[in-house]
DNA sequence: TGTAAACTTGCAGGTTTTTGCAGTAATTTC
DNA sequence: GAAATTACTGCAAAAACCTGCAAGTTTACA
């Protein structure tokens, strides 16, 4: 592995996660953690993150107040414009959680009357002013980090209706891997939620593809749509485009 | 955790309300209150936060954007202040939504330990940020202006379970008719969240007192806290002095 | 193609930072 | 003014860091 993608690779995770520990990147990259920590300076000195004892931080982090910047809002923007076009008129509707998605339902157009049943507090609350939209709220114990609703309770309400299609954002996904993410309650509700829907449509910024996370959501077969950033015809896509899924 | 996102969470807390304990932190960020003293000492002689025996206060306390437009901010204040005396720690809490219950949640010091179970998604959203409380949000059908949710899920929900304390804000209160309200679906759920709790806690601002709505809720005996900002022995809550519930 | 210069990387060692704890001092509260 | 809380000091262990160096790679150019 060259430097220089070691580099972009600590970039993205940053600008990912807004944080990295150099024990971390020591083991992903597999080099010692002497060399992360002269990668981390050398990123540190031009300015492009901020180096901390232990690892390093996202330059937007560092400022406190304007942490409400969504990252990469305009690719997610451009995904949230094709996915819309998946949906239409008189559908039953399921969304995970994520920015991705709420920046989908922000942009449903106002003449849409569909049916959103959603576990994410926050798209629920985004659709309230919308006003041909009937929001059901799925309920169970809220997820902190992720604000999401989890638990038994989503996973039996789930297994009791039957959807026309399932948006979902996700933090990982790999040929290899399929769709993968790091926390247990939520992989379990997402299990539930693929299970209970006619059509899955996984969202994807360019930068997740091709990463894994510990837990497997899906096989790459289960999904019926790819939605990510980029042109279907992006080479970064090649091996995507070899799957049974639609790409958008 | 790295120092610096120790540093950060510290800054917006104190940003958030003016003032922290150095206890608090502790626990919210789990390490020790030396730990924490050092923090608060370090971001003192940066200047960041004033630091004081206990904890720390923020420096500049007008912050021009924390100016949210709640009506009678300062009343429900008051009212949020002194119906978290009624919460004990362990206890299982329902809420409804509205202003008011927001402002309570706000204010829960950061060592409580309880669970709430809430049909708000602002209420939930509001508490995920704090570390020891579990939060359970009941789920159904999103109603659009006053965001809560409601339906038959909710109602049958709440028929499994029975809690220590329900806190509800009300649109009218009077003598001759209680508790009322204007939205069908939300007394409903509303007499369904009184039937599954020990004690009902109301809670409204003085102006709302004496004011009535379309439909029933409960009636006034059903009531074992009334909460208002007024003094109790103020000469306009006379007469609701000669009921048998609690006056704060 | 061959060779020197420049760069990269891991390691050994010694240094600094971070953190919790124990003991003691200061402050608050009733 | 006694009890309880909070603060400070010094210490020790662990973790992270830095420096110099040697071995390996790449680059430049004759």
Do not use: W
């Amino acid at each position: 592995m060259l430097k220089k993608e070691r580099h972009t690779h600590i970039i993205k995770q940053v600008n990912l996660h807004n944080k990295v520990l150099s024990s971390d990147l020591a083991i992903e990259l597999n080099v010692s953690e002497d060399t992360i920590r002269r990668d981390l300076n050398e990123l540190d000195e031009t300015g492009q993150i901020v180096k901390v004892h232990g690892g390093a931080l996202s330059r937007s982090y560092h400022y406190p107040f304007q942490h409400n910047t969504i990252y990469a809002a305009d690719a997610k923007k451009g995904i949230a414009l094709k996915a819309i076009e998946l949906i239409k008129d008189g559908m039953v509707v399921l969304t995970g959680g994520g920015t991705t998605i709420i920046e989908m339902v922000m942009q449903l157009p106002k003449n849409l009357s569909i049916t959103i049943f959603t576990i994410s507090p926050p798209v629920a609350l985004q659709l309230a002013d919308h006003p041909l939209i009937k929001v059901v709220l799925i309920g169970g114990e809220l997820s902190k980090d992720s604000q999401v609703c989890t638990g038994t309770q989503v996973v039996s309400y789930l297994s009791e209706i039957k959807f026309d299609i399932c948006f979902l954002g996700t933090n990982g996904i790999s040929l290899m891997d399929g769709v993968t993410d790091s926390d247990l309650d939520i992989v379990q509700v997402k299990k539930a939620m693929i299970k209970a829907s006619k059509r899955l449509v996984i969202m994807c910024i360019a930068e997740k593809l091709n990463s894994v996370q510990r837990m497997r959501v899906c096989e790459l077969q289960q999904i019926n749509s790819l939605i990510t950033d980029l042109d279907p015809a992006d080479h970064i896509l090649q091996a995507y485009r070899r799957q049974n899924f639609q790409l958008y």
